[in-house]
T-cell receptor, first 118, second 116 residues
Framework: AQTVTQSQPEMSVQEAETVTLSCTYD???????LFWYKQPPSRQMILVIR??????QNATENRFSVNFQKAAKSFSLKISDSQLGDAAMYFC???????????????FGKGTKLTVNP | SAVISQKPSRDICQRGTSLTIQCQVD?????MFWYRQQPGQSLTLIAT?????????ESGFVIDKFPISRPNLTFSTLTVSNMSPEDSSIYLC?????????????FGPGTRLTVL
């Protein structure tokens, strides 16, 4: 079974600075998707960024980018120019690419609480 | 993306009662997913709901406790039966959408359930 580990329960960053959230995962599969979701206090789960494992190029979405190291099974999220609105719980998630036998499910890490200080 | 609504947004219930949570999607989807997020915890999949077939439950979750309906391609319900305080959680539905080569799950706003 796949597992996702987020080793930082809490992180803080100054407004306008850069912060990196860590995520590692364990899988025997070669093809899969990785995601970062954000959950603000409103509890809405919001997709931040996604990465296909077969793509070597790291995904970017505006101020958000990932460092995907497939061999190391590492998938960190970098937030540049942090804003107060970035404060939230961030969850790393894994999903198998092949949809058989319930493999569509997302496997989540325990989350990292990000605080942005003004 | 997807526009997903859930009802109710929150509820406070007495132990031993049941609550049905509704999930509505803005367009047809094959699969809908129900997750539970216990206080301070991550999300755990309860079951996957396909239209026209029985829901598939994850280990640790049973149909008698969490019956699911999927009457059409835009709607699903999750019932939390015979509730106890341990069922106090946020319950979220999600759907998968394919964009290019990527399948992505989008989530509803969640239902915060408190059981007294």
């Amino acid at each position: 079974a796949q597992t996702v580990t987020q080793s930082q329960p809490e992180m803080s960053v100054q407004e306008a600075e850069t912060v990196t959230l860590s995520c590692t995962y364990d899988t025997s599969e070669s093809d899969y998707y990785l995601f970062w979701y954000k959950q603000p206090p409103s509890r809405q789960m919001i997709l931040v960024i996604r990465q296909e494992a077969y793509k070597q190029q790291n995904a970017t979405e505006n101020r958000f980018s990932v460092n995907f190291q497939k061999a190391a099974k590492s998938f960190s999220l970098k937030i540049s120019d942090s804003q107060l609105g970035d404060a939230a719980m961030y969850f790393c998630a894994y999903r198998s690419r092949f949809t058989q036998g319930g493999s569509e499910k997302l496997v989540f890490g325990k989350g990292t609480k990000l605080t942005v200080n003004p | 993306s997807a526009v997903i609504s859930q009802k109710p947004s929150r509820d406070i219930c007495q132990r031993g009662t049941s609550l049905t949570i509704q999930c509505q999607v803005d367009s047809q989807v094959t699969m809908m997913f129900w997750y539970r997020q216990q206080p301070g915890q991550s999300l755990t999949l309860i079951a996957t709901a396909n239209q026209g077939s029985e829901a598939t439950y994850e280990s640790g979750f049973v149909i008698d406790k969490f019956p699911i309906s999927r009457p059409n391609l835009t709607f699903s319900t999750l019932t939390v039966s015979n509730m106890s305080p341990e069922d106090s959680s946020i319950y979220l539905c999600s759907v998968a959408r394919t964009s290019g080569s990527t399948d992505t799950q989008y989530f509803g706003p969640g239902t915060r359930l408190t059981v007294l």
